[in-house]
């Protein structure tokens, strides 16, 4: 989680919308966005950005989703040349990949209050996929699996008051979940028009293809 702690609020105020990346901190004044609306820099220096180059916009889209799921360079070109792969758009095969990913799964479903923590609890085995241990955090869930969380964390302090502010989040409709069992279901593959994050998805296309 460290790795994000000193920059996740400086992007968010540097596309001056909310990311939600700091979990349940985004929906209270402590944040960024709330005490300090303004792009980061010296004195408010940048406040007012110059106009970017076309190369600039499409690297910065794809830092943005980079750090929205977490993932790193290599591994973030390996789910590209995946979505390339299959039919229909490569944008949004893109974005549904990622929204795909267990550790994302664990994040939207409420079992987590940031992505980070949503990691940690599949690194350290908390969560099973139809029953079964699952440790890796890009594994791909699938249509009708049943992601929840093993017995012996049920008690877990974070993971309980997680699912209870989950109602402030918001549940995707290609999810369903049961809190008092900690348990939830992917119903369907998200559609583009579900995934509301604000990405420009087809600037990332237009820098792989350069």
Partial sequence: ???????????CRREQLKLFLKGD??????????????VPGPHGVNRRRGKQSEY???????????RLYGVQEK??????????????????????LLER??????YRMGFARSLAEARQLVKHSHIRINGKKNNIPSA??????????????????FIKESLESSDRK???GWLSVDSKAFSGRVVAFPKRDQITIPIQEQ???????R
């Fill in 101 to 106: 990913r267990l550790d994302n799964i664990v």
């Fill in 140 to 157: 791909l869930v699938k249509v009708e699996d049943v992601v929840s969380v093993r017995e012996k964390s049920q008690n877990v302090a």
């Fill in 56 to 66: 600039g916009s499409q690297l910065r889209e794809k830092q943005k989703v980079k």
């Fill in 25 to 38: 901190r985004c929906y209270t004044d402590k944040c960024s966005m709330e005490t300090k609306p303004y």
């Fill in 203 to 209: 600037f990332i296309v237009e820098l792989y293809s």
């Fill in 75 to 96: 591994q973030f070109r390996l789910i590209f040349s995946k979505a390339a792969g299959q039919k229909g758009k490569t944008g949004a095969n893109l974005l549904i």
């Fill in 1 to 11: 989680m460290s790795r994000y702690r000193g920059s996740v609020c400086r992007l």
């Fill in 170 to 172: 918001g549940l995707p």
